[in-house]
T-cell receptor, first 111, second 114 residues
Framework: EDQVTQSPEALRLQEGESSSLNCSYTVSGLRGLFWYRQDPGKGPEFLFTLYSAGEEKEKERLKATLTKKESFLHITAPKPEDSATYLCAVQASGSGYALNFGKGTSLLVTP | NAGVMQNPRHLVRRRGQEARLRCSPMKGHSHVYWYRQLPEEGLKFMVYLQKENIIDESGMPKERFSAEFPKEGPSILRIQQVVRGDSAAYFC????????????FGPGTRLTVL
């Protein structure tokens, strides 16, 4: 059965303190790995798609990387406005087009 | 450039009533997905539709839940005879072409069953 596990569940950072969020996955065959950001009371906002091991993508202070077993979302010099829940999802080749989400990492960045 | 639209944003129903949730995909998108987010749980896939077709309903509860995406108009997720356990946030997402593409989410409908 496909599984997605995110860690840590919650993370508190000082402004400017860089860190990484982890997404470990087990799938029969990976079509794609997706990162989303979700603010309270809102829908997930698309950030990145990664398709193959070794791939990296960047957007402002965020950088996503992918290996055969896990993905990392690196946050460089975060700001308070980066506070949100970050969701990882996988799309498996044997499971149609559904996204299988992890439970997310709740990030709080304090000034 | 409007994103995915969902209405209502909040819906309150009493046990036994029907709930109808609507979703209009992004302009140019013809693929719609519905997900449910229960308190303290992750997003769970329910159903994937294209115009007039249900492609994958593997995540839909077998009873009381149905979905459609007619030729004209929004996609509708219908829950009959709601129970308290149906209280959740329901999100719709859309994509441009095949399911390979990124899915863009709407703001969700928060259903509360009294």
């Amino acid at each position: 059965e496909d599984q997605v596990t995110q860690s840590p569940e919650a993370l508190r950072l000082q402004e400017g303190e860089s860190s990484s969020l982890n997404c470990s996955y087990t799938v029969s065959g990976l079509r794609g790995l997706f990162w989303y950001r979700q603010d309270p009371g809102k829908g997930p906002e698309f950030l990145f798609t990664l398709y193959s091991a070794g791939e990296e993508k960047e957007k402002e202070r965020l950088k996503a990387t992918l290996t055969k077993k896990e993905s990392f979302l690196h946050i460089t010099a975060p700001k308070p406005e980066d506070s949100a829940t970050y969701l990882c999802a996988v799309q498996a080749s044997g499971s149609g087009y559904a996204l299988n989400f992890g439970k997310g990492t709740s990030l709080l960045v304090t000034p | 450039n409007a994103g995915v639209m969902q209405n209502p944003r909040h819906l309150v129903r009493r046990r036994g009533q029907e709930a109808r949730l609507r979703c209009s995909p992004m302009k140019g998108h013809s693929h719609v997905y519905w997900y449910r987010q229960l308190p303290e749980e992750g997003l769970k896939f329910m159903v994937y539709l294209q115009k007039e077709n249900i492609i994958d309903e593997s995540g839909m509860p077998k009873e009381r839940f149905s979905a459609e995406f007619p030729k004209e108009g929004p996609s509708i997720l219908r829950i009959q005879q709601v129970v308290r356990g149906d209280s959740a946030a329901y999100f719709c997402a859309s994509s441009a072409n095949t399911g390979y593409n990124e899915q863009f989410f709407g703001p969700g409908t928060r259903l509360t069953v009294l």
